[in-house]
């Protein structure tokens, strides 16, 4: 793609890596297939392509902000294109830049939900306060904010365990409060396999809400926190584990985040070197894994952090397989579940279409279970469904 962006811009660190990515694309339009929310509107602009012209045209000062802001809002950043692209375009952060460059503030109401989102989510404690409460006035509240009140509060993990090797384990924001009992069940797992987990004290939100919300200071903000927390640590585990992919992906792009601040450069590359998926440790372990639920059929459903954030494919299906669970085939595999962050809040309509998608095509062969691997998926698949949504760990021993 031929770019003419203004001297001042190409100055920047960001203003070279956007121009570098803008003219890695050649206009295929292959994108386009994979892309959910091209699918769902039919839209040009609704589609990676699409808004690649108009991140290009935001930059050149051709477009204006409003009408960028209205169709990259609109985007997943599900990666879907990057994983279809022949030539290797990183659309996910360009459009993280072009966030930026738009500002994470909007007006009205959809300006005041970004705001909430942003105050409440990335702290634990204070979401599991209001999430609590939030069960007596839930009637009280937009529907997609009530949507978004869990069915049970949980907690994070309490105390440290021990075993010949140690790991490191994230709890996320949203995780800890929505499905903590994933990561109590998989502490209890690596207890079997003689695996210690500890927990790190100051940890906080891994920066992914703000990210992609285009507040960049809170975003560099929150990997620094963490980086200063986890690498405290780091001569004392084998791993920096996640079992949320969501978060797995941004802990994992620490060293790119962190690049050019001269302090933090270095720690922020080492620990994003430590950081595994859970499906990536546990595959050495694959063969003493047992299922919890022998017998029953399961719908695996990737997240798109998963997929297309860590490229990361095959390994969950293996395990699952390999402990004795037969993996029903889930069509469009490769197609977003609609939750994506902030996105079930922020665009509600075209969220619930995208997730009555896709359990129609985890429902097609009637599974008796549907497994996840991040709480985003997880929740939002289960706010849709009678069919029991699992994080994949719980069906292991």
């Not at 985003?376 to 009678?386: E, K, R, V």
């Amino acid at each position: 793609m031929q770019t003419n962006l203004p001297d001042s811009f190409i100055a920047t660190d960001r203003g070279q890596r956007a121009n570098e990515i803008l003219r890695s694309c050649v206009h295929c339009g292959f994108c386009n297939a994979t892309c959910p929310t091209y699918q769902l509107s039919g839209d040009e602009l609704d589609g990676p392509r699409g808004r690649i012209y108009l991140i290009k045209e935001l930059f050149e000062g051709a477009q204006s902000p409003e009408r960028v802001t209205q169709h990259l809002d609109r985007c997943l950043t599900c990666r879907a294109c990057e994983t279809t692209c022949p030539s290797g375009v990183a659309y996910g952060e360009l459009a993280d830049i072009a966030r930026v460059q738009l500002g994470p503030h909007r007006p009205g109401m959809a300006g005041a939900m970004r705001r909430l989102l942003g105050w409440l989510v990335p702290n634990a404690s204070r979401l599991r306060v209001l999430s609590q409460i939030g069960h007596y006035f839930k009637f009280l509240l937009p529907e997609p904010l009530a949507a978004q009140v869990p069915k049970s509060v949980t907690k994070g993990l309490t105390k440290n365990t021990t075993g010949a090797k140690q790991v490191l384990l994230l709890q996320g924001c949203a995780q800890q409060v929505t499905t903590g009992e994933v990561n109590e069940t998989l502490q209890s797992l690596l207890g079997q396999l003689d695996v210690g987990v500890i927990t790190a004290p100051s940890e906080g939100c891994c920066g992914s809400l703000d990210l992609h919300l285009g507040d960049e200071e809170k975003t560099l903000k929150a990997a620094r926190n963490n980086v200063d927390a986890f690498f405290a640590l780091l001569d004392q585990v084998d791993a920096i584990i996640s079992t949320a992919s969501g978060c797995g992906v941004t802990v994992k792009d620490y060293g790119r985040l962190l690049a050019d601040d001269p302090i933090y450069a270095d720690r922020a590359a080492r620990v994003a070197a430590a950081t595994v998926d859970v499906s990536e440790y546990l595959t050495s372990y694959a063969s003493r894994l047992t299922p919890r639920f022998p017998g029953k059929r399961i719908a695996w459903h990737p997240p798109c952090s998963l997929q297309h954030g860590q490229q990361i494919e095959g390994s969950v299906e293996a395990l699952l397989q390999g402990a004795g669970y037969e993996l029903l085939p889930v069509r469009d595999a490769h197609l977003c579940c609609g939750s994506a962050g902030t996105y079930s809040v922020l665009q509600p309509q075209w969220s619930a279409q995208l997730r009555d998608n896709k359990l129609q095509a985890l429902h097609q062969h009637q599974p008796d279970l549907i497994a996840t691997a991040n709480v985003g998926c997880h929740t939002h698949l289960a706010h849709g469904t009678n069919t029991p949504v699992m994080h994949w760990i719980e069906l292991l021993t």
